[in-house]
């Protein structure tokens, strides 16, 4: 069965934020800084903000989510996981180019990748995203 793409929903909340804590990039520090099931609810629910669930066979195996900022035209991809059982399959590629796509339809065309990983620079190179510079964190456990 093909790898199908959609929105996130409410009925993702729970399985996103069990990936999410056990995702070790998604730390900070020693510290797991992933979003809340109240953040995610909410997020989700944006109609401005980009949330994207990979599934095979019905079960998530990846997700993506970019913060959209509408009057500035800008969009922050803050999160890609890709569950290891399902690297290799074009998972990663089938969100970010979904996720595109959706901010080229709107017109968004300045996006921001947060990543200080330079291996994963080279990946995210091949959607048209050039690592340049470095940035700051300022960060606390919730």
């Known amino acids: ?3 199908h793409i959609r ?3 409410e009925v993702d909340i729970a399985v996103v934020h069990r990936l999410g804590l056990k995702e070790p990039a998604f730390a900070f520090q020693e510290v797991q800084c992933f979003w809340t099931e109240d953040q995610l609810r909410a997020w989700f629910a944006s109609q401005d903000d980009i949330c994207l669930g990979a599934y095979d066979d019905g079960a998530l195996i990846g997700f ?3 913060v959209v900022h509408i009057p500035t035209g ?3 991809f803050e999160n890609l996981l890709v569950l290891p059982e399902a690297r290799g399959q074009n998972v990663g590629d089938l969100l970010i180019g979904a996720m595109l796509a959706i901010l080229r339809e709107r017109r968004i065309f300045y996006v921001c990748l947060l990543t200080p990983n330079a291996s994963l620079s080279g990946y995210f190179e091949r959607f048209g995203f050039r690592h ?3 940035f700051a964190w300022h960060a606390r456990a919730p």
């Open 1 to 3: 069965m093909p790898i």
């Open 64 to 66: 993506a989510l970019t």
């Open 74 to 76: 800008k969009a922050t």
């Open 7 to 9: 929105r996130l929903a």
């Open 132 to 134: 340049e510079g470095a």
